[in-house]
Protein backbone atom coordinates (compact mmCIF):
# COMPACT_ATOMS: atom_id res chain seq x y z
CA UNK A 1 0.00 0.00 0.00
CA UNK A 2 1.34 3.50 -1.45
CA UNK A 3 1.08 6.66 -0.05
CA UNK A 4 0.43 9.80 -2.33
CA UNK A 5 0.67 12.97 -2.69
CA UNK A 6 -1.88 15.77 -2.57
CA UNK A 7 -1.76 19.83 -2.42
CA UNK A 8 -4.49 21.23 -0.14
CA UNK A 9 -6.75 22.98 -1.77
CA UNK A 10 -6.61 25.46 0.82
CA UNK A 11 -3.34 26.20 1.35
CA UNK A 12 -1.56 24.82 -1.23
CA UNK A 13 0.96 22.54 1.43
CA UNK A 14 1.67 19.46 -0.24
CA UNK A 15 0.65 16.60 2.35
CA UNK A 16 1.11 12.54 2.10
CA UNK A 17 -2.21 10.94 2.07
CA UNK A 18 -1.70 7.16 3.66
CA UNK A 19 -4.00 4.37 1.76
CA UNK A 20 -5.11 3.13 5.28
CA UNK A 21 -5.73 5.36 8.21
CA UNK A 22 -7.91 5.79 11.28
CA UNK A 23 -10.33 8.59 10.80
CA UNK A 24 -9.36 10.50 7.43
CA UNK A 25 -6.88 13.27 5.97
CA UNK A 26 -6.23 16.51 7.23
CA UNK A 27 -3.56 18.98 5.91
CA UNK A 28 -0.68 19.38 8.41
CA UNK A 29 -0.70 23.10 7.41
CA UNK A 30 -3.98 24.44 8.20
CA UNK A 31 -5.94 21.30 9.57
CA UNK A 32 -8.26 21.45 6.86
CA UNK A 33 -9.81 18.09 5.49
CA UNK A 34 -8.82 16.52 2.32
CA UNK A 35 -10.01 14.55 -0.41
CA UNK A 36 -8.87 11.06 0.16
CA UNK A 37 -8.32 9.31 -2.97
CA UNK A 38 -6.34 5.70 -3.14
CA UNK A 39 -5.87 3.47 -6.17
CA UNK A 40 -6.50 -0.29 -4.46
CA UNK A 41 -5.99 -4.07 -6.04
CA UNK A 42 -6.62 -7.60 -5.55
CA UNK A 43 -4.23 -7.60 -2.70
CA UNK A 44 -4.94 -4.55 -0.78
CA UNK A 45 -8.50 -4.10 -1.31
CA UNK A 46 -9.88 -5.84 1.94
CA UNK A 47 -7.62 -3.10 3.62
CA UNK A 48 -7.85 0.05 1.85
CA UNK A 49 -11.84 -0.06 1.21
CA UNK A 50 -13.80 -3.09 3.18
CA UNK A 51 -11.82 -1.66 6.58
CA UNK A 52 -12.50 1.86 5.43
CA UNK A 53 -12.82 4.64 8.29
CA UNK A 54 -15.31 6.02 6.10
CA UNK A 55 -17.22 5.03 3.44
CA UNK A 56 -15.90 3.95 0.06
CA UNK A 57 -16.77 5.32 -2.89
CA UNK A 58 -15.01 2.41 -5.36
CA UNK A 59 -14.55 3.35 -8.76
CA UNK A 60 -14.07 0.03 -11.01
CA UNK A 61 -12.09 1.62 -14.23
CA UNK A 62 -9.41 0.83 -17.23
CA UNK A 63 -7.25 3.29 -19.01
CA UNK A 64 -8.82 2.49 -22.44
CA UNK A 65 -12.42 2.97 -21.37
CA UNK A 66 -14.01 6.60 -22.68
CA UNK A 67 -16.88 7.05 -20.15
CA UNK A 68 -14.22 5.68 -16.97
CA UNK A 69 -12.38 9.17 -18.29
CA UNK A 70 -15.20 11.47 -17.89
CA UNK A 71 -16.62 10.01 -14.92
CA UNK A 72 -13.13 9.99 -13.19
CA UNK A 73 -12.64 14.07 -13.05
CA UNK A 74 -16.28 14.45 -12.03
CA UNK A 75 -15.71 11.60 -8.72
CA UNK A 76 -12.38 13.73 -8.21
CA UNK A 77 -14.32 16.77 -7.46
CA UNK A 78 -16.92 15.24 -5.45
CA UNK A 79 -14.12 13.60 -3.54
CA UNK A 80 -12.81 17.52 -3.34
CA UNK A 81 -16.38 18.87 -2.54
CA UNK A 82 -17.13 15.72 0.83
CA UNK A 83 -13.84 15.73 1.87
CA UNK A 84 -14.01 13.66 4.97
CA UNK A 85 -16.96 12.32 3.95
CA UNK A 86 -15.79 9.59 1.69
CA UNK A 87 -12.72 7.65 0.42
CA UNK A 88 -12.67 7.25 -3.04
CA UNK A 89 -11.15 4.00 -4.03
CA UNK A 90 -10.08 3.66 -7.78
CA UNK A 91 -9.31 -0.62 -8.99
CA UNK A 92 -8.23 -0.61 -12.69
CA UNK A 93 -9.98 -3.80 -13.75
CA UNK A 94 -7.09 -4.55 -16.01
CA UNK A 95 -5.05 -5.23 -12.64
CA UNK A 96 -7.38 -6.73 -10.88
CA UNK A 97 -9.59 -9.61 -12.12
CA UNK A 98 -9.83 -10.93 -8.67
CA UNK A 99 -12.00 -7.93 -7.40
CA UNK A 100 -13.71 -7.68 -11.22
CA UNK A 101 -14.87 -11.46 -10.62
CA UNK A 102 -16.24 -10.85 -6.98
CA UNK A 103 -17.85 -7.92 -7.60
CA UNK A 104 -19.18 -9.26 -10.85
CA UNK A 105 -18.51 -6.42 -12.82
CA UNK A 106 -19.75 -6.79 -16.52
CA UNK A 107 -19.22 -2.92 -17.47
CA UNK A 108 -17.05 -0.41 -16.65
CA UNK A 109 -17.72 2.45 -15.16
CA UNK A 110 -19.00 0.44 -12.17
CA UNK A 111 -19.35 2.50 -8.87
CA UNK A 112 -20.34 1.01 -5.51
CA UNK A 113 -20.24 2.49 -2.03
CA UNK A 114 -19.31 0.49 0.69
CA UNK A 115 -20.17 1.17 4.35
CA UNK A 116 -19.09 -1.08 7.37
CA UNK A 117 -17.43 -3.78 4.77
CA UNK A 118 -20.43 -4.23 2.94
CA UNK A 119 -21.79 -3.33 -0.49
CA UNK A 120 -24.25 0.04 0.39
CA UNK A 121 -24.96 1.19 -3.36
CA UNK A 122 -23.91 -0.30 -6.97
CA UNK A 123 -24.21 2.12 -10.13
CA UNK A 124 -22.86 1.03 -13.52
CA UNK A 125 -21.95 3.50 -16.55
CA UNK A 126 -21.59 7.01 -16.56
CA UNK A 127 -24.53 9.27 -15.36
CA UNK A 128 -23.93 12.71 -15.69
CA UNK A 129 -22.38 14.78 -13.51
CA UNK A 130 -26.03 15.83 -11.08
CA UNK A 131 -26.87 12.15 -11.21
CA UNK A 132 -23.91 11.33 -9.95
CA UNK A 133 -23.94 13.19 -7.20
CA UNK A 134 -27.75 12.56 -6.01
CA UNK A 135 -26.80 8.89 -5.92
CA UNK A 136 -23.77 9.55 -3.88
CA UNK A 137 -25.46 11.84 -1.66
CA UNK A 138 -28.63 8.55 -1.09
CA UNK A 139 -25.74 6.00 -0.98
CA UNK A 140 -23.56 7.87 1.92
CA UNK A 141 -27.33 8.56 3.77
CA UNK A 142 -28.36 5.07 3.66
CA UNK A 143 -27.57 2.45 5.80
CA UNK A 144 -25.61 -0.85 4.88
CA UNK A 145 -27.24 -3.31 3.43
Known amino acids: MESSLMKCPH ?4 NRIPAVAAGHPRCGNCRRDLPWIVAAGDADFPLVAEKSSVPALVDFWAAWCGPCRMVSPVLDKLALER ?37 AAR ?12 WLDAALSAAPR
Open 123 to 134: QAGAPPAAALRS
Open 11 to 14: CGKT
Open 83 to 119: AGEFKLVKVDVDTSPGLSKRFDIQAIPTLLVIKNGAV
